[in-house]
Each structure stands twice: as C-alpha cells, then as structure tokens.
C-alpha cells in the first residue's frame, strides 16, 4: 500500500479470500472504514500504523489465518464491536492482548471466538467495559495516566492502580472497593475531625468502598504502591465527605484546584498560599487523589495530620512522620511500623516518645 494512502474505505476489500502474506498499514493512513478486510482469510499478519484512533465494527472479522501477536497502537481510542471475531489464531504464544491507555471506548465481542486469547488487559477505563468482549477475563491496570470514561461500569475479574509515591503522605480514590487485610505496605485513613491546624486521622479497616475519599500513609520506603482487588464493580461516582465546613473530595481525572487544601511534603496546604506563591503557577489534582474543598473560618497556611488517640499529651506528628524513626513495643522488640498499643518511638534526631495507638 502506497505511504501516501491515508483512507481506507467501507468494505474495500471484503472478502478477498485469496489476499495471502503480511498486511502492513502505512504510517499515513489515518482511517479504515468498516468492515474494510472483512473475511479477508487467508493473509497471516497485521501491522497497524500509530496514526490510527479507529479500528472499526467487523474490521478484521473472520480473517482466520491472521496469527502472531496483535499489538493494538498507542494511539487508538475506539474499537468497534466485531472487530477482530473469528481471528481464531491470534496470540497463541502469549493468550492475551493488551488495549491501550488512550482508549476510550470498546463495542461488543471485538474478540469474540479467537481461541488463543483468553485474557483481555486494560490501560485504561473505556466506555464499553462492561460489554461482552467474548467471554474473555478481564484485567485492568490503571496509572496516572489512564484514560478514565465516567461511563465505565459492570465487573472485571482484576483491577488495580499503581502510584509513584515520593513523600510517606498522600490522597487516594478508587472507582472499586479494597479489603484490607492489614498486610498491605500502606494504611488508609479517613479525616475524622478538624481542630485549629491539625487534622485528626481515622485508621480504615475491612472494606473501603468505591469513591471513598482517603489519606494515605505507606509503611516503608517503596516508590511504588500498587491498590488492587479482584472481581471487583466499577463505580465512577465519588461520596464527598464532610470536614470542617470543607468537603473532602476525590477525582479520577486532573482538576484545576481554586480553594481549600491540598497535600504535599507530608501537610494540607492552603491552596490560595499557594497561588500566592511566584514559584507556583496554578494548583492541581492528579487523577485518583483528593483534596479539601472550600474555605476554612481561620484558613491556616498549613494544616498538619494526627491519627486519632495516637497522642498522650506529647505531639507525636513528627515522630510519626520521621522516615527514618525506629519503633519498638514495651519488651524492646523492634518494630517494622507503629503497631495498635503503646509504642517506643526512637528519632532520627535521638529523642525518644511514647505514642499510643487505639
């Protein structure tokens, strides 16, 4: 095909059965119409162009000699329904395909009776989700820069969401529940009350529903946390939760922040501070985070975080806050992390506190 050829028409080589060898697209084509090689059975390998955002209804159906791994480009957003059915021998080696982060949308039965593929993995969270994709399982892997659709919805059998976590402190919504079991590296929290500066922390425990609102603490030094669950429903809505006259409330996608409270470096911080501020141009939420909304009566610049009934007259914030702080119970034992109970918390500046945690 000429690399100057940029569309490919309806039906424009359906069924051409004696179509034999390798079909592979130009970087100039930009569109193929639908059921453009319908039932074309005989070629054994395709190579789509990255210029490509629509693969169409019953593009590729019935091309049955069509083997190899099919890698769908970065730059599709829409798959159409029947797209690829019948494709019988299709990623026999691997058994799955991989959609990628810019897809928005997915029609019914794109991979329907291919045979070979029985895992359909998930960049992102299209439109279409839910849809029957021919009894495939379906995997989702979600980063910060997942297309999320607020119309995806049904169950998949594995979802999670890996985030890059520079700071012990951060945010967290899912548009799926977790059951924590308490060997996770993080804990999640819930803000309780407000009281002056300080925001008091709630440990969460058991099952933390979808759109639920949280804080974050990792345990260890990972870079990386990963939030998984299996056969889990999606739920795009988001439940607000009330803090001092300010709403706690998450996203799934990058929102512009005009007020309120944002988290960095471990604190809340006042979003119009902040805007004041010349090294700051603009406030942002990244995807799958929170933030408190709304004004506050004193509007301090900062507000620091406490765990509820971690404190016994002595301010353990720093102490728990300390990266490189040692823990031990009332034996000398050391501890991994802060447990439930009394705990000996060692510094990195060599003061020591007791803290107790309910």
Known sequence: LSNKLETIGVSAFFGCTGFTGSLTLPSSVTTIGQSAFYSCRSFTKLELPNTLS???????????????????????????????????????????????????????????DTDNINTVNFLSLPEGISRNLGYKKKAVCLSDDSYISDLASGTVDEISYTRQMSSDWGTLVLPYSLTLTGSEPYHLYSIDNMTGEELVLKQLEGTVAAGTPC???????????????????????????????????????????????????????????????????????????????????NAPAQLSMRIDGSTTGIDAIDALNDAEAEYYDLSGKRLVEPQRGVNIVRMKSGKTKKIIIK
């Open 215 to 297: 804080v974050v603490k990792r345990k260890g030094s990972e870079a990386e946390l990963t939030f998984g669950s299996n056969i889990a429903k999606l739920n795009m809505e988001r439940v607000a939760q009330d803090v001092g006259g300010m709403k706690f409330r998450g996203t799934y996608w990058t929102e512009d922040v005009n007020s309120g409270y944002v988290i960095s470096k471990n604190s809340f911080w006042n979003v119009e501070e902040l805007k004041n501020s010349t090294s700051v141009n603009g406030v942002k939420v990244n995807p799958f985070r929170a933030w408190l909304d709304g004004t506050s009566a």
């Open 54 to 112: 629509v693969i169409p209804t019953q593009a590729f159906t019935h091309c049955r000699s069509l083997s190899g791994e099919l890698v769908i480009p970065a730059s599709v957003t829409e798959i159409g329904r029947l797209a690829f059915y019948d494709c019988q021998n299709l990623n026999a080696v691997t058994g799955q395909v991989t959609l990628p982060k810019s897809l928005k949308k997915i029609g019914d039965n794109v991979f329907l």
